[in-house]
């Protein structure tokens, strides 16, 4: 503001001023003094109020500021690689070849480290070839084939390395949500020739994630091929790649849990346990409310109850998108009071009427849960709201996968329900191997564990 270079207006010397009056405004909670007479009185006191006048004032702040987040984001450490291209930019268009051999040589180093991620870094490396090919084409007048050849080889780089990770989250986010099928289909025989698989590990490593989820049903054997090779190659890739490989590998465990394979549940609490000290969860400093959910589900699933209601607690104001009323730490500490079965403490802690669906299906699940343990007459009507709800929302809501999960979980619920006194016994076994033979079971263990009971009554 007290630059004469960016505050160059008319209202140069009032801008101060006038942004002194709202940031004290925002620091006292004092709404009232923002109002415009109040400020135009306090900045042109003595005269009449023109609102034109303020509104032109609080419009050339608002630009000033722009300018000073844009020039703040420009000139920030991490956009040194893009500095340096512009730079040898502009130093081609003033022809200043010296200068611009240095300032390409400086951006062509940056793409040699691990400074970008691996994403960026193809792109920045076609950027680089372009620019270079733009000077050659300005300023060589010997024959050469311009750098050419080298410029399509980086653009083709970007181009399948990009495409096949959009694709990878494409076929991630079809695994729970309903999307056109046209659309979808359009990728279902996208290929990368193998010499761009053998340009660098993390190409390498996106496309078996992305044969993984092609191919829908997969062995333990990939899963776990695929985990090693993300560990062994690790120091030849950026943090930002790091991160978004385990969060792949930790969707793949959830998908092979969720087929049956309750086994790997160690497996995902080891992962996320990593993962969360590696900080590879956070974001600002801050955990998205699904992720919360999935690691507090998983200890809870290996009975590490401790771990779980300690991580709620620690991360109770560290979920992003976190209301007033705190759902999402509500229903994480539902879920371990649950477990710690006190089960009326955990239904009056339930937030119900999430706008977040993974939240709201479980706050859901875990009522069905408690109104089961606590053999409450209402467990019958919430079993058939359950499944209306379920209906209603079907396949134009959930994908064929959430769909038969949930669909499985209620009907066994309404099996174990039905499956109390002299029966219970000879029902346990026949609950156990039904929900077992079962592929896609919603709060498996649970149910397993419920269905076991019924055995051991007398």
Same mark, same amino acid.
């Given at each position: 503001?007290?630059?004469?270079?960016?505050?160059n207006?008319?209202?140069?010397?009032s801008?101060?001023?006038?942004f002194?009056?709202?940031?004290e405004?925002?620091?006292?909670?004092n709404?009232k003094?923002?109002?415009?007479?109040?400020?135009?009185a306090k900045?042109?006191p003595?005269?009449p109020?023109?609102?034109?006048?303020i509104?032109?004032?609080?419009s050339?702040?608002?630009? &000033?500021?722009?300018r000073?987040?844009?020039?703040?984001?420009?000139f920030?450490?991490?956009?040194?690689?893009?500095?340096?291209?512009?730079?040898a @930019?502009?130093?081609r268009?003033r022809?200043i070849e010296?200068r611009y051999f240095?300032?390409?040589?400086?951006?062509?180093?940056?793409?040699?480290?691990?400074?970008l991620?691996?994403?960026?870094?193809?792109?920045?490396?076609?950027?680089?070839?372009?620019e270079?090919q733009?000077?050659?084409?300005?300023y060589?007048n010997?024959?050469?084939d311009?750098?050419?050849?080298?410029?399509?080889r980086?653009l083709?780089?970007?181009?399948?390395a990009?495409?096949t990770?959009m694709i990878?989250?494409?076929?991630l986010?079809?695994?729970?949500?309903? $999307?056109?099928?046209?659309?979808?289909?359009?990728?279902?025989?996208w290929e990368?020739?193998?010499?761009?698989?053998?340009?660098s590990?993390?190409?390498?490593i996106?496309w078996?994630i992305?044969l993984?989820?092609k191919?829908?049903?997969?062995?333990?054997?990939?899963?776990?091929?695929?985990?090693?090779?993300i560990q062994r190659?690790?120091p030849?890739?950026?943090?930002e790649s790091?991160?978004?490989f385990?969060?792949?590998l930790r969707?793949l465990?959830?998908?092979?849990?969720d087929?049956?394979?309750?086994?790997?549940?160690?497996?995902?609490?080891?992962?996320n346990?990593?993962?969360?000290?590696?900080?590879?969860?956070?974001?600002?400093?801050?955990?998205?409310?699904n992720?919360?959910l999935?690691?507090?589900?998983t200890a809870l699933?290996?009975?590490e109850?401790?771990? @779980?209601?300690?991580?709620?607690?620690?991360?109770?104001?560290?979920i992003?998108g976190?209301?007033?009323?705190q759902?999402?730490y509500?229903?994480?500490?539902?879920?371990?009071l649950?477990s710690?079965?006190?089960?009326?403490q955990?239904l009056?802690? $339930?937030?119900?009427?999430?706008?977040?669906?993974?939240?709201h299906l479980?706050?859901?699940? &875990?009522?069905?849960k408690?109104?089961?343990?606590?053999h409450?007459?209402?467990?019958?009507?919430?079993?058939?709201?359950?499944k209306?709800?379920?209906?209603r929302?079907?396949?134009?809501?959930?994908?064929?996968?959430?769909?038969e999960?949930?669909t499985?979980?209620?009907?066994?619920v309404?099996?174990?329900?039905q499956?109390?006194?002299?029966?219970?016994?000879?029902?346990s076994q026949?609950?156990?191997?039904?929900?077992?033979?079962k592929?896609?079971?919603?709060e498996?263990?649970?149910?397993?564990?419920k269905?076991?009971?019924?055995?051991?009554?007398?």
């Amino acid at each position: 503001m007290a630059s004469p270079y960016f505050n160059n207006n008319q209202y140069a010397e009032s801008i101060g001023p006038f942004f002194e009056i709202i940031y004290e405004a925002v620091q006292t909670e004092n709404i009232k003094i923002l109002e415009k007479e109040e400020i135009y009185a306090k900045l042109f006191p003595d005269k009449p109020f023109i609102e034109s006048k303020i509104d032109k004032l609080m419009s050339e702040t608002k630009r &000033l500021l722009e300018r000073f987040i844009l020039t703040q984001k420009y000139f920030a450490a991490s956009n040194q690689p893009q500095q340096s291209l512009d730079m040898a @930019a502009e130093m081609r268009l003033r022809g200043i070849e010296k200068r611009y051999f240095q300032a390409l040589d400086k951006a062509k180093n940056y793409s040699n480290n691990l400074q970008l991620t691996a994403l960026d870094n193809v792109l920045y490396k076609y950027m680089t070839a372009k620019e270079e090919q733009e000077w050659l084409i300005t300023y060589n007048n010997s024959k050469s084939d311009l750098n050419i050849p080298q410029t399509i080889r980086s653009l083709e780089d970007h181009y399948y390395a990009q495409k096949t990770w959009m694709i990878n989250h494409l076929l991630l986010v079809v695994q729970g949500t309903v $999307i056109n099928d046209s659309e979808h289909d359009q990728f279902s025989d996208w290929e990368v020739p193998p010499k761009y698989l053998k340009s660098s590990s993390f190409m390498e490593i996106c496309w078996d994630i992305h044969l993984l989820f092609k191919t829908k049903i997969f062995e333990i054997a990939d899963f776990k091929s695929l985990m090693e090779k993300i560990q062994r190659n690790e120091p030849s890739l950026d943090p930002e790649s790091i991160a978004n490989f385990y969060a792949y590998l930790r969707n793949l465990c959830v998908l092979l849990i969720d087929a049956g394979n309750i086994h790997f549940y160690p497996i995902l609490f080891e992962l996320n346990k990593d993962n969360l000290n590696r900080g590879y969860f956070y974001k600002s400093g801050k955990i998205y409310p699904n992720a919360c959910l999935n690691i507090t589900q998983t200890a809870l699933n290996v009975k590490e109850v401790a771990w @779980a209601s300690a991580f709620v607690e620690r991360h109770k104001d560290k979920i992003t998108g976190e209301n007033e009323t705190q759902d999402f730490y509500r229903m994480n500490k539902a879920l371990c009071l649950f477990s710690e079965k006190k089960y009326g403490q955990s239904l009056e802690m $339930i937030p119900f009427g999430s706008t977040n669906s993974g939240y709201h299906l479980m706050a859901r699940r &875990l009522e069905l849960k408690i109104y089961y343990e606590l053999h409450s007459d209402l467990l019958d009507h919430k079993i058939d709201a359950f499944k209306m709800f379920i209906s209603r929302a079907g396949r134009k809501v959930f994908s064929a996968n959430l769909h038969e999960l949930f669909t499985n979980f209620v009907n066994f619920v309404r099996q174990l329900s039905q499956s109390q006194g002299p029966q219970a016994k000879k029902r346990s076994q026949t609950l156990i191997k039904r929900i077992n033979e079962k592929k896609m079971v919603a709060e498996r263990l649970w149910l397993l564990e419920k269905a076991k009971e019924l055995g051991e009554k007398r």
